[in-house]
């Protein structure tokens, strides 16, 4: 993007070099497996992307949502997955940590998370509330000077193999009476359930989050009592801003292969790439994948930026996320097409790509929950109108 | 045509429908994990008189014609488009041979796989050779009274399994007219299988390299004359682009269904989804481009079973059905949200298979350069 600094495109460049060093060679297997990189966290940790956007005071990167989107899309292009994971990590995670948390919280556990030796997740799904998210059961009450949680999460990335969870739970009746706790693994009632064999993003654990009894010392409950709901939503916004990045990243990748290959693959005596058809598809892609990054960086630099209204911030993040997430599901799916028999096949990467892909039209928000987002904010009270 | 399907029809969809649901369904995910393809399934379906359904009596056949074949098709494909496939491709020998083939090869080889007692596959594809047929570099020389075949083929559907194959292979000089038709029969030495392709979906189905050294094919086994390769080729993907079509039929109508049961019982915000308009608007579409589909399918099946021109529709029918389930099982994926992603639901399935209907048979791309020749020449 015009607007990067020389960090950004330093970043950009390191983050690449690391992608392609330490994902590449092990994507296809943990993707078959449904396996999981630890190794990548403990070198993310290295080079200090597990903070990229936590003052540097509290032992991260102190970079910018910019700069956390490029880590997403130089990631994403070789790993979707793993991205998905040290997302989940580091903006659902950590981020909200070093956002919220007391100064003594943060002591406790962001330097282990920023060094990659432990791995962090966030918990706010529910089996009957996902895009439904304030419709949360999970319930904490309070005993003493502990919290009993009662309840499951589900749908959590890094569930299975997380050390430290930012979980939110009802502390109250209303819809609102939302609180956050921070969930270590090998508290007394806290377990982790099944794990999900899912279509893509095969290398990023998903799991439940099962609270049964489960103590919470009351030091551990990050803000005041029932006042997460703001917290909670501000962070949705970045998390669409990063992970609108993976889906750059997908879209990027499928763009190179399926040129490559419409180059190289000769049918009818001539490169494939010489009939309309590989060429509209081609183009089409290309196009939607720079007015996505546009949006996408032009999103995050508003955060950085911070002179918008959060509302307007908010708008442009699920804007973003709605618009990369089906371009790049659609680019992925094009890409399979040029490729024909061989994109099929897992000897290409692209059929991965799009079975990655699709998980970004509904992770972090539907595509239904976003527009139903931007409608409200367009339509205000006639959005959600009742026939009278 | 009729908007109503006959008896005979009606009977075979639930006749198929009701096997698929016991004897497929329990299986289905657990095979498709596995890449386990059970040719018991298919001998049941030959007892059940499903797997010749298009051929004459008096070769095992059915005797009915392609809008029956292509409601057991679409029923099949609604629980497991892998078997769908494998019945049509066991189909194509005997559309070819009943077609194209002598009274002797008729009779040698038809019944059994009208009856589900051997498999069938049609080896037409090379590594450099997809889109382009005519380009193919498998040979078969004259020697005696047998064909000599040499070459490699690639992406045979049950290549592994089949006990019939039709190879192509190229007899004369370059080009179309250079390409002749075998009958193979597994076993025949030098023939082998290569390696088995991973693919995306549809994994119950074995994906297959085929290759001959040296293979000796009797002179009786050559389906036609010299030269007739292409155009058996050609006719057979016509006829196979109208049970593509049917299976994508199958593959939407499954996926549609799902997404329907979730949108009623899975409630948000103090209602059933199905109460927003973004989940009911998306299945409208849905079901109105299935049946949009289900019409051109049928108009192909029609035309083929009236003995009309029929290549152009099929094209038509493989291309917009092809393209229309890829949508309707992304969308049912949507509608599902993060259960839909997980494998604890059929949808992600659903649109890994619906995949790889818009490449095969021709992918949509040669369905479009067929459709745009064929509207300006």
Avoid at chain 1, 218 to 242: F, P, Q
Avoid at chain 1, 353 to 374: F, H, Q, S, V
Avoid at chain 2, 229 to 243: C, E, H, P, Y
Wanted: net charge neutral.
């Amino acid at each position: 993007m015009w607007f990067f600094s020389d960090e950004h495109r330093m970043l950009q460049s390191t983050v690449r070099q690391f992608a392609r060093e330490e994902l590449a060679p092990r994507v296809e297997t943990l993707d078959h497996e449904e396996g999981f990189n630890r190794e990548a966290f403990y070198k993310m940790g290295e080079l200090g992307l597990l903070g990229v956007i936590v003052p540097e005071e509290y032992g991260g990167a102190g970079l910018d949502a910019v700069a956390a989107t490029i880590t997403m899309e130089e990631m994403g292009a070789v790993d979707a997955s793993t991205t998905l994971s040290y997302l989940a990590h580091t903006i659902l995670c950590v981020n909200q940590i070093s956002n919220n948390a007391t100064p003594e919280q943060k002591r406790k556990y962001l330097p282990k998370l920023i060094s990659g030796e432990w791995i962090g997740g966030m918990g706010m799904s529910e089996p009957e509330a996902g895009s439904d998210a304030l419709g949360m059961k999970t319930k904490a009450v309070r005993k003493g000077d502990h919290y009993i949680l009662n309840g499951t999460k589900t749908w959590i990335t890094n569930g299975p193999n997380g050390d430290v969870f930012y979980c939110y739970a009802k502390t109250g009746d209303t819809k609102r009476d939302i609180s956050t706790f921070i969930i270590e693994r090998g508290m007394k009632g806290f377990s982790t359930g099944k794990k999900f064999s899912k279509m893509g993003m095969r290398a990023s654990p998903t799991g439940e989050l099962v609270f049964d009894q489960c103590e919470v010392p009351a030091a551990n409950r990050v803000g005041d009592e029932g006042a997460s709901v703001k917290m909670m939503m501000r962070n949705l916004d970045i998390e669409r801003i990063t992970i609108a990045g993976i889906s750059l990243g997908i879209a990027r990748s499928c763009v190179e292969v399926a040129t490559q290959y419409s180059k190289e693959r000769k049918q009818f005596g001539r490169p494939i790439g010489s009939f309309q058809q590989i060429q509209e598809r081609l183009t089409e892609a290309a196009a939607w994948y720079e007015a996505c990054r546009t949006l996408t960086y032009t999103a995050a630099k508003m955060w950085d930026i911070g002179t918008m209204t959060p509302k307007e911030t908010s708008m442009m993040a699920a804007k973003a996320k709605l618009q990369s997430a089906q371009m790049a599901t659609q680019v992925a799916l094009d890409a399979i097409q040029i490729l024909g028999g061989y994109g099929y096949t897992r000897e290409f990467p692209v059929e991965r790509y799009m079975r990655d892909a699709k998980l970004m039209e509904i992770g972090a928000g539907t595509n239904e929950i976003l527009r139903l987002i931007i409608a409200r904010q367009m339509l205000g009270e006639a959005a959600d109108a009742d026939a009278t | 045509m009729d908007f109503q399907e006959n008896t005979m029809q009606s009977e075979l969809r639930d006749l198929t429908r009701k096997f698929a649901q016991k004897e497929i369904l329990p299986l289905v995910e657990q095979d498709e994990h596995d890449e386990r393809f059970r040719p018991e399934i298919i001998r049941k379906l030959g007892e059940l008189g499903l797997t010749g359904i298009p051929v004459p009596e008096e070769y095992g056949g059915a005797g009915l014609g392609y809008q029956e074949y292509i409601a057991t098709i679409e029923e099949l494909a609604a629980v497991s488009v892998s078997y769908a496939i494998s019945v049509a491709v066991t189909g194509l020998p005997q559309v070819i041979l009943n077609l194209f083939g002598n009274e002797a090869q008729k009779k040698k080889y038809i019944p059994k796989l009208a009856q589900g007692e051997a498999i069938g596959a049609f080896g037409l594809s090379e590594a450099s050779s997809g889109s382009d047929a005519g380009s193919m570099r498998t040979t078969a020389r004259r020697e005696g009274d047998s064909y000599i075949l040499n070459g490699t083929k690639l992406w045979i559907t049950q290549g592994d399994i089949a006990e019939t194959l039709i190879v192509m292979a190229r007899t004369g000089g370059p080009g179309p007219k250079g390409v002749s038709a075998f009958i193979v029969e597994k076993g025949m030495p030098g023939f082998s299988c290569g390696k088995r392709e991973k693919k995306m979906g549809c994994s119950i189905s074995h994906t297959m390299e085929l290759i001959f050294q040296n293979v000796r094919v009797p002179a009786a086994n050559l389906i036609g004359s010299e030269g007739d390769g292409f155009k058996v080729a050609m006719t057979a993907l016509d006829s196979g682009r109208v049970t593509i079509g049917a299976s994508a039929l199958g593959v939407a109508r499954g996926a549609l269904e799902v997404a329907i049961r979730h949108a009623r019982e899975r409630e948000q915000f103090g209602k059933p989804i199905a109460e927003f308009q973004g989940v009911s608007f998306m299945l409208a579409d849905m079901a109105v481009a299935l049946d949009a589909a289900r019409l051109l399918v049928q108009r192909a099946a029609w035309l083929k079973d009236n003995g009309l021109p029929f290549s152009t529709q099929a094209a038509m029918a493989k291309l917009f059905a092809t393209d229309m389930a890829m949508k309707v099982t992304t969308d049912a994926v949507q509608v599902l949200g993060g259960s839909g992603y997980t494998q604890d639901f059929p949808a992600e399935r659903y649109m890994r298979e619906a995949k790889v209907l818009q490449i095969v048979e021709g992918t949509n791309q040669i369905q479009r350069l067929i459709l745009g020749r064929s509207l300006t020449s």
